[in-house]
């Protein structure tokens, strides 16, 4: 019976060829991908999303039947543009553009080969797709954030004395911190992605399904918030013996089914009937173009076949480690400050860089620490902008960010963050030196480095942290850490600079 659908219905054997055959051109993208599904629990939905796309274009097989492929070339010029873009993007290992591109050139192509009136059709499992990609980690400070300040908020309501530093308040019967579990990211990834689903499958026009879409997004933000206040009351009221072990998650995830429950209990009530799905499907007809599709699908698979060989020509570069002399040949003495030998209480984890300082200062402003990663040649898995390179460990180190912003020094702006363990408190500062560009975003550090390796074949890039002891005004610890950037950013920078040019 498969066979015979498939005989008769070339637009579904098209898509599926397109959905099937792009991932395994782009093997190492798609491995990529199934392993933070595999090793990062927030995005474990993605191993499901390409089975599920299949699954609802399968159910419009009937419609697909009586709608011929119409190609429309011109479309595919966006499908090179996106190859070009994950190209670039593989050039300088940025994985999620590599992984969108991906994903865009399966839409793109599938656009170009069965033309407008099926694109438009399936255009909703089609950007379901997006959602393989595993992003999402970018919200986790912002949702730390509003969670954080909503059940301070909230605890206040109720007359509770509370204190609150960034990430972290007191109440009387305790402390409590808003970590990255904290965030909601995982309960708001998990119900937009069963929304779409449901939205696709219970409302026929786009208008229904896009205001659903919009209730899947706010409603998990809203309740997350809602379930820490909750979490909080019961372990101030129980005296912290109740809802601060594996209880704690217990509750969220059983709030989690609740709200789901609810969202599609109250989404039932809109549900549009089989004949507002049939109205919905476009017309069939005969096609309207006598545009062989294989020959196009086939000639442009070929061509994107072509696309990961052209990486390999462009990685040619010398991508030799450096290893011939020290990131500061002269490290002893940076302005008015002098290397001392005491032992850090931190330094930031750095993956994999060709070199490393790790060094500390004192004058009479106090004691501040010098740590950089030197990536001489940035290639996958060394990399200068990297979730690999952080400050801390958010899944079970004793260090916690407290709280982040940027600011201007000189004429430049930095990262700066206080992070605290049981017996320490510091203030960093944390920045990015590309080529000749020092820059806190890491977003202008990767697009630079692009511009770097296509322009001038550099490829070199640093990551740098100063630190101090924060034990009262910060203003002094900020003053400190100025003083010691303002004496020592240019030997740093004249350091790197000759450290690339010897090797």
Same mark, same amino acid.
């Given at each position: ?10 637009? $579904? ?30 995005? #474990?939905?993605?191993? &499901? ?13 009937? @419609? &697909? ?6 190609? *429309? ?73 509003? #969670? %954080? ?20 308040? +007191? ?18 990834? %998990? ?24 209730? #899947?997004?706010? #409603? ?28 704690? &998650? ?32 476009? %017309? ?5 173009? %006598? ?9 442009? $698979? ?12 462009? @990685?040619?570069?010398? @991508? ?19 290397? *001392? ?23 009479? &402003? ?26 801390? @460990? ?33 203030? +960093? ?20 480095? =692009?511009?770097?390796?296509? =322009? ?12 101090? +002891? ?21 030997? +740093? ?11």
């Amino acid at each position: 019976m498969i066979n015979n659908i498939f005989e008769q219905n070339r637009s $579904l054997v098209l898509l599926y060829s397109i959905i099937l055959s792009i991932p395994v051109l782009f093997y190492q993208t798609t491995l990529d991908m199934a392993e933070v599904w595999w090793v990062n629990e927030t995005f #474990t939905h993605g191993f &499901l999303v390409f089975p599920i796309t299949l699954w609802l274009i399968w159910g419009k097989k009937d @419609n &697909l039947a009586n709608l011929p492929p119409e190609p *429309t070339p011109y479309i595919l010029a966006f499908t090179l543009l996106f190859c070009f873009s994950w190209l670039v993007s593989a050039l300088i290992d940025i994985k999620v553009i590599m992984q969108l591109s991906m994903i865009s050139i399966i839409l793109s192509l599938s656009w170009g080969i069965l033309g407008h009136k099926i694109f438009y059709f399936l255009l909703f499992p089609l950007l379901f797709l997006y959602l393989a990609v595993p992003i999402g980690q970018g919200l986790i400070p912002i949702l730390m954030e509003f #969670t %954080a300040n909503t059940t301070v908020y909230l605890v206040k309501l109720t007359g509770i004395p509370v204190y609150q530093e960034g990430f972290n308040f +007191i109440l009387p019967s305790g402390n409590w911190s808003v970590v990255e579990e904290c965030s909601g990211v995982r309960y708001l990834i %998990a119900t937009v992605t069963l929304g779409i689903v449901y939205s696709y499958i219970t409302y026929a026009s786009l208008k229904k399904r896009l205001v659903f879409t919009a209730f #899947t997004i706010i #409603t998990p933000i809203i309740a997350n918030s809602l379930r820490a206040f909750i979490i909080v009351l019961l372990g101030h009221y129980s005296g912290m013996t109740i809802a601060t072990g594996a209880d704690h &998650l217990l509750y969220g995830w059983v709030l989690f089914g609740i709200i789901i429950i609810t969202m599609f209990y109250i989404g039932s009530f809109w549900r549009d009937s089989n004949e507002e799905f049939d109205k919905s499907a476009p %017309a069939s007809g005969p096609a309207k173009s %006598a545009k062989p599709p294989v020959m196009y699908l086939a000639i442009s $698979l070929i061509v994107i076949a072509a696309i990961p060989n052209m990486l390999y020509q462009a @990685n040619s570069l010398d @991508n030799s480690s450096s290893e011939s002399i020290e990131i500061l040949p002269d490290a002893s003495k940076l302005g008015h400050w002098y290397i *001392t030998e005491k032992a850090p209480v931190w330094k930031p984890i750095l993956h994999q860089p060709d070199q490393l300082l790790n060094a500390g200062y004192t004058s009479e &402003l106090g004691d501040v620490q010098l740590d950089i990663g030197y990536f001489h040649a940035q290639r996958a898995g060394h990399e200068t902008v990297s979730t690999n390179n952080k400050l801390v @460990n958010q899944y079970g180190g004793t260090w916690k960010i407290v709280t982040t912003s940027v600011s201007n020094i000189s004429d430049s702006s930095i990262n700066e963050y206080v992070i605290m363990d049981p017996g320490h408190k510091l203030l +960093i500062w944390q920045w990015y030196r590309v080529g000749e560009l020092q820059t806190h975003n890491p977003y202008l550090a990767k697009i630079y480095e =692009a511009y770097m390796r296509l =322009a001038k074949g550099r490829t070199d890039g640093a990551y740098i942290t100063i630190s101090t +002891i924060l034990s009262g005004d910060k203003d002094i610890a900020r003053n400190r850490l100025s003083t010691f950037y303002n004496q020592s950013v240019g030997t +740093i920078n004249d350091g790197l600079d000759e450290l690339q040019k010897n090797n």
